[in-house]
């Protein structure tokens, strides 16, 4: 079962910044927060990563609780192109050689013209 | 050029029948995924391979059998297929097996009929 849980759809508003949130209570203290996203028949493409500090790159910012259990990824100017499934992920460590990435259901985005 | 590269893209076939789907990445990565997505669209992991090695298999029906002739191809042999088949199947790599960004195909459509 995914580690995550995430509110199952948002709209927002074209040029307005989408904050979609992601409770992970049970977060170990060396896991990292992931966050994908899926465009319609494509395949899931990376957006960003943290552990405790926040984080931004070109397509986003993540910003996490200093408890960690729970992040918001934040597109600062959504677009039409950003509508997506959104998912929010735990890397959970199965040995120390490797770990395992599950998928929840996501929070499908809706950005309105 | 297409770092993670799956084919056939598109793939309608009958019950009973066998079929494969091949995935080369060219980023140098130890580490090969296969992922299902279903008619729900959750998406879970079927298989992991690491340098040639199965380190991750989550109780997929024997019918399906992963092969990996070197550490860039990662193929997926499907036996006796079923209606329940019916998915799109996404191959992913990344660097090593643990804590590594994770890098998708844009997916094999499925259907058996």
């Known amino acids: 079962d995914a580690k995550t849980t995430q509110p199952p759809s948002m709209d927002c508003a074209e040029g307005r910044a989408a904050n979609l949130p992601c409770n992970h209570s049970?977060?170990?203290?060396?896991?990292?927060v992931y966050w994908y996203r899926q465009i319609h028949s494509q395949g899931p493409q990376y957006i960003i990563h943290g552990l405790k500090n926040n984080e931004t790159n070109e397509m986003a910012s993540l910003i996490i609780t200093e408890d960690r259990k729970s992040s918001t990824l934040i597109l600062p100017h959504a677009t039409l192109r950003d509508t997506a499934v959104y998912y929010c992920i735990v890397r959970v460590l199965m040995k120390t050689s490797y770990d395992k990435v599950i998928f929840g259901p996501g929070t499908s985005l809706s950005v309105i013209p | 050029d297409t770092a993670v590269s799956q084919t056939p893209k598109y793939l309608v076939t009958q019950m009973g029948n066998d079929k494969s789907i091949k995935c080369e990445q060219n980023?140098?990565?130890?580490?090969m995924y296969w992922y299902k997505q279903d008619s729900k669209k959750f998406l879970k992991i079927m298989f992991s391979?690491?340098?040639?090695?199965?380190?991750i298999n989550e109780t997929v029906p024997n019918r399906f059998s992963p092969k990996s002739p070197d550490k860039a191809h990662l193929n997926l042999h499907i036996n006796s297929l079923e209606l329940g088949d019916s998915a799109v199947y996404f191959c992913?790599?990344?660097?090593?097996?643990?804590?590594?960004?994770?890098?998708f195909g844009e997916g094999s459509w499925l259907t058996v009929v």
């Open positions: 980023l140098g990565h130890d580490t």
């Open positions: 992913a790599s990344s660097l090593t097996s643990s804590g590594n960004t994770i890098y």
């Open positions: 049970t977060i170990s203290g060396n896991e990292y």
């Open positions: 391979y690491n340098n040639k090695e199965l380190i």
